[in-house]
C-alpha cells in the first residue's frame, strides 16, 4: 500500500514554478528522501502534501486521502516537524507535548501513556520537566520529533531535521529517525540537503533540482548509475582539448566539467589515472591534483545536474536576489 501519491503535482508563485510536474510514490514504512539545495523545491513539496499548500495543478493522496478535497483527514494522518523551530520555550518540555496531545483532542489518561513513550523514543525523559529555553539544539530537535509523533501519525515529514545541527548530534537524531521508523512503522518523508544524511537514512532519494525530480532511486542504484570510481582531476591549461581526447576512450562511462575540475567514472579506475596524466601533459594540461574515490550521492547529484549542490545553493540565492530586484521595481 502506498502512504504517498504523486501525480503531476505543480505549484507556481507569481509566475515563478516552485514545483514543476513531480510524480512519485512512497509505500507504507518507507524512509523517503527529498535530496537537493536549498530553493529546489523540497518544502513547497512537503507543504503541498500536509496541506499547509494549495497546489496549482496536479494531484497527491496522503494515507489514501486525497489533499484537495480531504484535507482534515490528511491532517488526522500525517505529523510534521518544520525546519524552524516551533516550540514555545516558556514552557517545558511536558507542557509543550501536553498542548500538542490535547490540541488532537487525546484525553489525560492517554496523554500521560503517548507522552511517556514519545519522551523515551527519544531519550529526553531526564528533561522533560526543563524549559525548553534551557535545551540545546538536538534536544529541541528530539522534542519536535516527539510532538510529531503524539498522535500517533501514519506519515511523518522532516523538513531539513539536523539544519544547523553539530555533527555529533546529527548523527544522534539519525538514530532516532531510524529508530521511530523501525519500532512504529511510520512512513517517513524526509528533506535535506546533506548527502550524507540521505544516504544514511533513505531507502529511496529522489534528487530534485530547480523543482524537477531529475533522479528516483535507492542511494546504491543512483551511486551505480555512474558505472565505476570517480576520478576527481584539478587542471590547468585546455580543458576542452582533454575532455575532446577523454571522451573517445571506452572506459570512459561519464565526464563532467566544473571550473577548473574535472570529473570522470571510470572503470578499474586505480589503473587509468597514470594514462589520464600521461595524456593530459600531451596536449599541455597541467593536472595539479588527483582523487579517487567511490562514487557518492554528490557526484550523482553532479552528474545529472551539472552542478554541485552548493553552486546549485549559490545559484538559487542570486536567482532569488534578481527575482526581489525586479519586483522592486515595478
Not at 111 to 127: D, G
Not at 175 to 184: A, G, H, P, T, W
Not at 227 to 243: A, K, N, Q, T
Not at 247 to 274: C, F, Q, S, Y
Request: aromatic letters at 6%; proline letters at 3%; glycine letters at 6%.
Amino acid at each position: 500500500m502506498d502512504s504517498i501519491k504523486v501525480e503531476n503535482l505543480v505549484k507556481q508563485f507569481n509566475g515563478f514554478t516552485a514545483v514543476d510536474h513531480i510524480s512519485f510514490r512512497v509505500p507504507q514504512g518507507e524512509i523517503f528522501g527529498l535530496l537537493g539545495p536549498n530553493g529546489a523545491g523540497k518544502t513547497t513539496t512537503i507543504n503541498l502534501l500536509s496541506t499547509l499548500l494549495k497546489p496549482t495543478s496536479g494531484s497527491a493522496k496522503v494515507s489514501g486521502h486525497d489533499i484537495f478535497d480531504h484535507r482534515d483527514e490528511v491532517r488526522k494522518n500525517i505529523g510534521i516537524v518544520f525546519q524552524e523551530p516551533a516550540l514555545d520555550n516558556q514552557l517545558t518540555g511536558r507542557e509543550n507535548l501536553t498542548f500538542h496531545a490535547m490540541m488532537y483532542g487525546i484525553n489525560k489518561d492517554e496523554r500521560r501513556k503517548r507522552i511517556k513513550r514519545v519522551v523515551e523514543l527519544v531519550e529526553l525523559t531526564p528533561k522533560i520537566d526543563v524549559l525548553v529555553d534551557h535545551y540545546s539544539g538536538g534536544m529541541k530537535r528530539r522534542l519536535e520529533i516527539a510532538r510529531g509523533l503524539i498522535h500517533r501519525p501514519k506519515v511523518l515529514f522532516l523538513d531539513e531535521p539536523t539544519l544547523g545541527l553539530d555533527t555529533q548530534t546529527r548523527r544522534h537524531i539519525w538514530d532516532y529517525i531510524k529508530k521511530l521508523n523501525r519500532e512504529n512503522q511510520v512512513t517517513i518523508i524526509l528533506t535535506t540537503h546533506y548527502m550524507e544524511e540521505a544516504d544514511y537514512l533513505c531507502d529511496r532519494v529522489a534528487i530534485i533540482d530547480h523543482g524537477k525530480i531529475v533522479a528516483l532511486d535507492t542511494p546504491d542504484q543512483l551511486k551505480e548509475m555512474l558505472g565505476g570510481d570517480v576520478i576527481s582531476l584539478e587542471l590547468d591549461g585546455r580543458v576542452d582539448d582533454l575532455m575532446a581526447v577523454l571522451k573517445n576512450l571506452e572506459w570512459v562511462n561519464t565526464m563532467k566539467k566544473h571550473g577548473d575540475h574535472l570529473n570522470l567514472t571510470v572503470e578499474t579506475a586505480e589503473k587509468r589515472i597514470p594514462e589520464i596524466i600521461t595524456t593530459a601533459q600531451k596536449i599541455g594540461v597541467v593536472v595539479r591534483s588527483v582523487n579517487l574515490h567511490k562514487p557518492s550521492l554528490e557526484d550523482v547529484f553532479l552528474h545529472f545536474t551539472g552542478k554541485t549542490i552548493r553552486e546549485q545553493e549559490v545559484s538559487q540565492i542570486q536567482r532569488n536576489r534578481e527575482t526581489v530586484k525586479r519586483r522592486m521595481h515595478r
